[in-house]
């Protein structure tokens, strides 16, 4: 493997500074350095603290690997959504799907809305991305939910008909009711619905899963070799939930970004203590001859002044909790992977 580089960095935004700039966008101008080879970085902090924002390796997964996975995630990637708050920038309303009607409420990243038919709405959401999430999740399906409150209904309504001559079986069945509650099972709500689910690309598309974990495991070796004490902590952590991690590496979920270019953001919900792992797919790369390929999609550090060209087959171990975004992505075919630990995983935990 080629000589590794040391770099150490100064901010050239302080906190309160890089905190405005939430939700937007920095050109490549922006950087003072572009990363394109082996390098180790580690920001200086005020008081001299030396802390680690990312190792880069370039060139390191087999370009097969890379190609099975992006045949497998490509239609995936590019399903809307719009759930991503700041990464997905200010609102715009270019950016909001058509069905929206009246904004009843507004916010930075997201609105509250009617239809154009003018019934309003519980969800709240924000600017359309190409992102999307695959492996294991930490909140339930909300279809689960929806079927067990009509199912939590019928049964309401058969007890009150049978019960309505009857205090002493009103009394009996509230009371089995509350029994209920305190004997729930681990890792499941009362009724009976898991906290945690399988994602339903990892569900429904099993073949293409199975050809995407090879990659998965790819990152997960040289995450263990970069970085090995938060890797191990985010292994152990991993393992206290095995029905929601990945194929034994120390993730439970992939992000996947299609032609995004993401804004100024912090990522929430991945475990602290470990690490973020990002790779980039490449359709020009993988058997599309016509795809022209793309240029920019850097990712960056604003805070710190750095970039990183991310391209198919490298691997980049990055502090995920430092401001991070994207240049303009200029073409097409950039399938970017970011594969962590939901660090609400460990509420399904049975140990």
Known sequence: MPKVAILEVHPILDDAKISTKEGCYFPESHYRKVITSNTDVYGILEDG??????KFRKGIIPQSICQAAYHALEAHAKHKNYNRGAAAGKLNSNKLPKYVGKITKRESFRVFYKTHAGRKTKDNI??????NIAGYYDKPDR??????SQARTMHSRTMHSRTMHSRTTHSRTKHSRTKN???R???HDIHGNPLCRTTQFTKEEVAKWANTVPLI???DKWFQRLIPD???VQLARARKTPHYQIADTAYSTITL???WRTACHKDKGDLEEGFGNLLVLEKAKSGFPDCPGFTGGLLGFPRWGIAVDVRQGDFLAMDVHEWHCNTEVHGSGRLSIVAYLRKGMIKCSSR
């Not at 603290?49 to 990312?54: A, D, G, N, V």
């Not at 924000?126 to 992102?131: E, L, P, Q, R, V």
């Open 217 to 219: 495991q790819q990152a």
């Open 257 to 259: 970004n299609y032609d």
């Open 143 to 148: 279809n689960a939910y929806s079927q067990s």
């Open 230 to 232: 938060r890797h191990a």
């Open 181 to 183: 509650n305190k004997t």
């Open 185 to 187: 099972k681990p890792g």
């Open 49 to 54: 603290t030396r802390q680690l924002l990312l």
């Open 126 to 131: 924000g600017n359309m991305a190409m992102s």
